[in-house]
């Protein structure tokens, strides 16, 4: 069964420190991974996307990892600013899959406190 | 360019009763999808169309849902006699192409509360 796990489910930190995010899928075949930040309200908005070959991507203070190997992702965020408060979703799909038929985790809930 | 709207952004309807959910995709965009978020769980697929076409529609409960995206106008999302079961957050995006190799760009959502 095709599944996208993320951790931790929700996390807390102090304003301008880093913080790490996973998530773990298990969708094969695999075409690509995103991150999407979510805040309270709002749609997602897209950060990065990884294909097979691509080990690393950076958007600002964003940097995700991707080991299609063990089938893992990360998304590191440097200096932690107040507006990074949101949920980030880790979405994974289908090689050859229907177009719309994404994997959506249920995402890890970040606070960002002053 | 105004992005995906989503309107109504929050919707209340009685149990029994008919919703319906407006998506404009953004300008240039002709491909539009459909997903459903419930409570602390990811969004899940609901349907995929073009202009006037359905072209994937395995996420869709095989009764009292429906969705069009006709030639002129937003796509909708019809809900019919509506169970509380159905009070979720339902998301529409758009795609200029096939989203796996356009990406997607999400509205804000519409919030239907079943009471």
């Known amino acids: 069964k095709n599944q996208v796990e993320q951790s931790p489910q929700s996390l807390i930190i102090l304003e301008g420190k880093n913080c790490t995010l996973q998530?773990?899928?298990?969708?094969?075949?695999?075409?690509?991974l995103r991150w999407y930040k979510q805040d309270t309200g709002r749609g997602p908005v897209s950060l990065t996307i990884?294909?097979?070959?691509?080990n690393t991507k950076s958007n600002g203070r964003y940097t995700a990892t991707l080991d299609a190997d063990t089938k893992q992702s990360s998304l590191h965020i440097t200096a932690s600013q107040l507006s990074d408060s949101a949920s980030y979703i880790c979405v994974v799909s289908v090689y050859g899959g229907s177009q719309g038929n994404l994997i959506f985790g249920k995402g890890t809930k970040l606070s960002v406190k002053p | 360019n105004a992005g995906v709207m989503q309107n109504p952004r929050h919707l209340v309807r009685r149990r029994g009763q008919e919703a319906r959910l407006r998506c404009s995709p953004m300008?240039?965009?002709?491909?539009v999808y459909w997903y459903r978020q419930l409570p602390e769980e990811g969004l899940k697929f609901m349907v995929y169309?073009?202009?006037?076409?359905?072209?994937?529609e395995s996420g869709m409960p095989k009764e009292r849902f429906s969705a069009e995206f006709p030639k002129e106008g937003p796509s909708i999302l019809r809900i019919q006699q509506v169970v509380r079961g159905d009070s979720a957050a339902y998301f529409c995006?758009?795609?200029?192409?096939?989203?796996?190799?356009?990406?997607?760009?999400f509205g804000s959502g519409t919030r239907l509360t079943v009471v």
């Open positions: 300008k240039g965009h002709s491909h």
């Open positions: 995006a758009s795609s200029e192409g096939p989203g796996q190799t356009y990406g997607y760009t």
């Open positions: 998530c773990n899928y298990t969708v094969s075949p695999f075409s690509n």
């Open positions: 169309l073009q202009k006037e076409n359905i072209i994937d």
């Open positions: 990884m294909t097979f070959s691509e």
